[in-house]
């Protein structure tokens, strides 16, 4: 299946968007990539950076193959609603959102008939933002989370499970709502646990900072849009994720006390921490029931 996605169209040319297109032609997944983007500007830095072929209209989506919709969180329904409506039968659609239990269930069912949907994630991301700051590289050995449902295209998922493959990715598949509540515990609460550190932080502390408050910081700093949009859209696995942070704080206020609690816990963190492999994904399998 893969083979036979030729064209691929990529709707906002950010830095995940454009990212993807720069991989997609690295690697000549694709024989054209073309974008779709309300901003010109975003436009002429994705083709400027090779992120694109050319810049074609959203309303001539008819053209590709496998269309990714990598808009911000809040305009992904209609985006995807309204490129389908152009869509030839039998092309893939795929969005890239870092939730998926709305907008998964918003557009099952809801496309044109031959449009096969597919809810992605690619769990890639740094510090920059737009296609000045895409990077191909960010993808590589990252895992690229899919949601099929009962209503996904089994050739469909297939094909993205195999193109994700190419793109030097490992491919996940998870339920909508386990996604969105693993994705909580390791994306949406250590951005809101980065937020709180650099707010409690006395004005007078902060020139004295070092690299681990620094790479708060950078977290911290990320786009407020994005997130107020990320947070909307992921609300009740984020409050579940917090608990359990706000219990692990209680722990360690506790354990504070006393070296030989506390040491326990640190420890605990720290086998935690050297069991992660920047370079390989070795959790989760698990496929949708």
């Known amino acids: 299946m893969t083979e036979q996605i030729r064209t691929v169209g990529i ?3 950010g830095l995940i968007g454009a990212s993807l297109g720069m991989a997609l032609r690295a690697r000549r997944i694709a024989d054209r990539v073309v974008g779709m983007d309300t901003d010109p500007r975003a436009l002429d830095a994705a083709r400027r950076r090779g992120a694109i072929d050319d810049s074609v209209e959203l309303d001539r989506a008819g053209e590709v193959d496998l269309l990714v919709v990598a808009v911000p969180p809040a305009a992904v329904v209609g985006v995807a609603l309204h490129a389908a409506e152009t869509m030839r039968p039998g092309s893939i659609l795929i969005d890239v959102a870092s939730t998926k239990g709305q907008i998964v269930k918003e557009l099952d069912g809801r496309l044109p008939s031959g449009i096969r949907y597919v809810g992605g994630h690619p769990m890639a991301g740094s510090a920059g933002q737009g296609a000045d700051a895409a990077d191909p590289s960010l993808l590589t050995g990252r895992p690229f989370l899919l949601t099929p449902t009962g ?15 190419r793109l030097g990715m490992h491919p996940i598949l998870l339920t909508p709502g386990d996604h969105d509540e693993l994705v909580a515990q390791i994306s949406h609460v250590p951005y809101l646990v980065a937020v709180a550190a650099v707010n409690a932080a006395a004005a007078d502390a902060l020139p004295l900072h070092g690299p681990a408050f620094t790479d708060l910081a950078r977290v911290a700093g990320s786009s407020v849009d994005l997130w107020v949009q990320i947070c909307g859209g992921n609300t009740a696995a984020i409050t579940r994720a917090l608990a359990a942070v706000r219990r692990e704080l209680d722990r360690l206020e506790q354990a504070l006390a006393e070296e030989t609690s506390l040491r ?17 994904v070795s959790g989760i399998r698990k496929e949708p029931t």
């Open 151 to 165: 209503h996904t295209d089994p050739d469909a998922l297939q094909a993205m499970r195999i193109l994700v493959e």
């Open 11 to 13: 709707v906002g040319v």
């Open 264 to 280: 326990p816990v640190l420890e605990s963190a720290r086998r935690r921490a050297h069991a992660l492999d920047p370079g390989e």
